[in-house]
Nanobody
Framework: VQLQASGGGLVQAGGSLRLSCAAS????????MGWFRQAPGKEREFVAT????????FYADSVKGRFTISRDNAKKTAYLEMNSLKPEDTAVYYC??????????????????WGQGTQVTVSS
């Protein structure tokens, strides 16, 4: 499956952005979808994940209550709605698809396919 992330940009602190991850190729609905981010000089970190059915979601503590992950299997697209953005949310955001058990959601190795990343910059 090929993934294309979009929707990043420059936003002021307290603002909102909605990232999209469009998939093509093999059956999108077979995959759990995840969002990770990587800030300059830091490791890529888990942000959020959603199960193949959309029935289960998990979030990093740092974004819980501010970010919402969702998916539309008919459109083969996953989303990350980001509200109340903070300067520390600045990073390149990557979407990923995987078939590992959802219990392994935090690990990059649980995802087989990755998008190219989209830059999110939050100014103070």
């Amino acid at each position: 499956v090929q993934l294309q992330a979009s929707g990043g940009g420059l936003v002021q602190a307290g603002g909102s952005l909605r990232l999209s991850c469009a998939a093509s190729g093999r059956a999108f609905s077979n995959y759990n979808m995840g969002w990770f981010r990587q800030a300059p000089g830091k490791e890529r970190e888990f942000v959020a994940t959603i199960s193949w059915s959309g029935g289960t979601t998990f979030y990093a503590d740092s974004v819980k209550g501010r970010f919402t992950i969702s998916r539309d299997n008919a459109k083969k697209t996953a989303y990350l709605e980001m509200n109340s953005l903070k300067p520390e949310d600045t990073a390149v955001y990557y979407c990923a698809a995987g078939t590992a058990p959802i219990s392994q959601f935090r690990f990059r190795s649980s995802y087989n396919y990755w998008g190219q990343g989209t830059q999110v910059t939050v100014s103070s």
